[in-house]
């Protein structure tokens, strides 16, 4: 266990989990200084806080450390983390350090492939509702505070515990939500079974644990659940033998509701102002946590997800150009899938949708499931791969997925580099037409940029 009396230097400290990590720490009382690569609002958010921020990566910036934290992001031979073994200074994960964060607190620990964000967000703006003040540590902003993260005064914290490259593995919440198993992250794991078994593991070894919910509707999670020791409860929106249910889900489009019940108890309707049906799914995870084992009633919970915002850059909706833009974060075809399904049921002409192919190997593994995701819309732009850290893979390229994509009768189009991106959709994009972009923060920028290109020209 990492002193709370040591200097931290966290290696790209405006990351959105490194900063939130960061933050926390600072507010505890924990020495902490960074650098990142650029500045930006969250990093501008840290110095304000009084957090030592400096920009570009240099040896000289782990001065005064004791430990140089880094994310799997951060590659061995970058210059602090060499700079650091040189000096004989001890370097931490991102999650040594969450887990510093959490300790001594009734941690609630949110993991799995889709909505773990969300599920966390929807427990921790209950809490704060409810008059509680928690400890939140989230990898996007809650749109209620404009915040991901926070020192509370109260005994609870909740984290989005990231199962992407096995960190989850140095964390032991008291409460553990699994939202989901799928294949992805193929360049930390050989599939399925051995997500579900590295999930097993996390839960076991815990001798923390206190509380267990998974969603039954998952195939994933049923497998888990049968390599578990621990007890546990169930959520979902299908299935009598749930402990928690959301039923008679309506998608309206621009929000959702359902009737909440708690084993055969019917609890009462709850309306979500967000759209994405399958977010009745995650909130029947947070009502979960909350009412078994946070002990807050029914009604503040309700209260709460009624007013619940959602995070930055999932599933957000701007109508303010003439044209719906749509930005969300997933790149997994199941997320696009769900994503494209709801946007279906909102007013439009054409669904355009804009993609950056992510990763060799989950396009390699994946391919003619993103051909189905897609489908829903009328045409899709697609931009080269972003290959990430991985090596290239023989035949696995931007024209091959390209050619997956055509073989399941879409309309693409490819436009290899992002500059060129907004002046084809000018061109091609009518008024009433919807572009969701699927993608990273390139993207979003983007897309904010053309929106208010084409609100100055309607001006």
Same mark, same amino acid.
């Given at each position: 266990?990492?002193? $709370?009396?040591?200097?931290?230097?966290?290696?790209?400290?405006?990351?959105?989990?490194?900063?939130?990590?960061?933050?926390?720490?600072?507010?505890?009382?924990?020495?902490?200084?960074?650098?990142?690569?650029?500045?930006?609002?969250?990093?501008?958010?840290?110095?304000?806080?009084?957090?030592?921020?400096?920009?570009?990566?240099?040896?000289?910036?782990?001065?005064?450390?004791?430990?140089?934290?880094?994310?799997?992001?951060?590659?061995?031979?970058?210059? *602090? $983390?060499?700079?650091?073994?040189?000096?004989?200074?001890?370097?931490?994960?991102?999650?040594?350090?969450?887990?510093?964060?959490?300790?001594?607190?009734?941690?609630?620990?949110?993991?799995?492939?889709?909505?773990?964000?969300?599920?966390?967000?929807?427990?921790?703006?209950?809490?704060?509702?409810?008059?509680?003040?928690?400890?939140?540590?989230?990898?996007?902003?809650?749109?209620?505070? $404009?915040?991901?993260?926070?020192?509370?005064?109260?005994?609870?914290?909740?984290?989005?515990?990231?199962?992407?490259?096995?960190?989850?593995?140095?964390?032991?919440?008291?409460?553990?939500?699994?939202?989901?198993?799928?294949?992805?992250?193929?360049?930390?794991?050989?599939?399925?079974?051995?997500?579900?078994?590295?999930?097993?593991?996390?839960?076991?070894?815990?001798?923390?644990?206190?509380?267990?919910?998974?969603?039954?509707?998952?195939?994933?999670?049923?497998?888990?659940?049968?390599?578990?020791?621990?007890?546990?409860?169930?959520?979902?929106?299908?299935?009598?033998?749930?402990?928690?249910?959301?039923?008679?889900?309506?998608?309206?489009?621009?929000?959702?509701?359902?009737?909440?019940?708690?084993?055969?108890?019917?609890?009462?309707?709850?309306?979500?102002?967000?759209?994405?049906?399958?977010?009745?799914?995650?909130?029947?995870?947070?009502?979960?946590?909350?009412?078994?084992?946070?002990?807050?009633?029914? *009604?503040?919970?309700?209260?709460?997800?009624?007013?619940?915002?959602?995070?930055?850059? $999932?599933?957000?909706?701007?109508?303010?150009?003439?044209?719906?833009?749509?930005?969300?974060?997933?790149?997994?075809?199941?997320?696009?899938?769900?994503?494209?399904?709801?946007?279906?049921?909102? @007013?439009?002409?054409?669904?355009?949708?804009?993609?950056?192919?992510?990763?060799?190997?989950?396009?390699?593994?994946?391919?003619?499931?993103?051909?189905?995701?897609?489908?829903?819309?009328?045409?899709?732009?697609?931009?080269?791969?972003?290959?990430?850290?991985?090596?290239?893979?023989?035949?696995?390229?931007?024209?091959?997925?390209?050619?997956?994509?055509?073989?399941?009768?879409?309309?693409?189009?490819?436009?290899?580099?992002?500059?060129?991106?907004?002046?084809?959709?000018? @061109?091609?994009?009518?008024?009433?037409?919807?572009?969701?972009?699927?993608?990273?923060?390139?993207?979003?920028?983007?897309?904010?940029?053309?929106?208010?290109?084409?609100?100055?020209?309607?001006?």
């Amino acid at each position: 266990m990492w002193s $709370r009396d040591l200097v931290y230097h966290f290696i790209g400290i405006g990351g959105i989990g490194v900063s939130a990590v960061a933050r926390v720490l600072h507010q505890q009382g924990v020495r902490v200084q960074g650098s990142d690569v650029r500045a930006s609002q969250l990093t501008e958010a840290l110095e304000q806080l009084g957090i030592s921020v400096t920009i570009g990566h240099r040896p000289t910036n782990i001065d005064g450390a004791d430990v140089v934290v880094h994310s799997t992001a951060v590659p061995f031979d970058n210059l *602090e $983390r060499q700079a650091a073994r040189d000096a004989g200074i001890p370097e931490a994960h991102r999650s040594e350090m969450l887990g510093l964060c959490m300790q001594g607190h009734r941690a609630v620990g949110v993991t799995g492939t889709h909505g773990k964000g969300t599920v966390s967000a929807m427990i921790t703006h209950s809490l704060i509702n409810a008059g509680l003040d928690p400890t939140f540590i989230i990898g996007g902003l809650l749109n209620n505070y $404009r915040l991901n993260a926070r020192n509370g005064t109260q005994p609870f914290a909740v984290a989005e515990v990231d199962e992407s490259d096995r960190s989850h593995l140095n964390l032991r919440p008291e409460i553990v939500v699994v939202n989901n198993l799928e294949v992805d992250h193929l360049n930390f794991y050989d599939g399925l079974g051995d997500i579900i078994e590295t999930m097993a593991t996390f839960i076991n070894q815990n001798e923390s644990l206190m509380g267990l919910a998974l969603n039954w509707d998952d195939p994933g999670v049923r497998r888990l659940a049968s390599k578990i020791h621990a007890p546990f409860i169930k959520y979902g929106t299908s299935g009598d033998d749930l402990d928690y249910r959301a039923d008679e889900v309506t998608d309206h489009g621009d929000k959702v509701s359902f009737t909440a019940y708690r084993r055969s108890e019917k609890l009462g309707r709850v309306c979500l102002p967000i759209p994405g049906n399958y977010n009745a799914d995650n909130a029947a995870g947070a009502i979960a946590v909350l009412l078994e084992y946070l002990d807050l009633p029914f *009604e503040k919970v309700s209260a709460a997800l009624d007013t619940y915002k959602g995070l930055e850059n $999932r599933f957000t909706v701007d109508r303010s150009s003439g044209v719906t833009i749509v930005k969300d974060y997933i790149s997994h075809p199941t997320g696009m899938r769900r994503v494209l399904d709801s946007a279906k049921k909102m @007013e439009h002409n054409k669904i355009w949708c804009v993609f950056k192919p992510y990763r060799f190997t989950l396009m390699k593994y994946h391919g003619h499931e993103y051909g189905d995701a897609l489908s829903t819309a009328d045409e899709i732009v697609i931009t080269r791969m972003y290959a990430a850290e991985e090596r290239p893979l023989d035949g696995i390229d931007t024209p091959w997925f390209c050619e997956v994509l055509r073989d399941a009768d879409n309309v693409v189009n490819y436009v290899p580099e992002n500059h060129d991106v907004v002046p084809f959709l000018s @061109e091609a994009v009518g008024d009433g037409d919807m572009v969701i972009f699927f993608g990273g923060d390139d993207f979003f920028r983007m897309a904010d940029q053309w929106v208010k290109d084409r609100n100055c020209a309607i001006q």
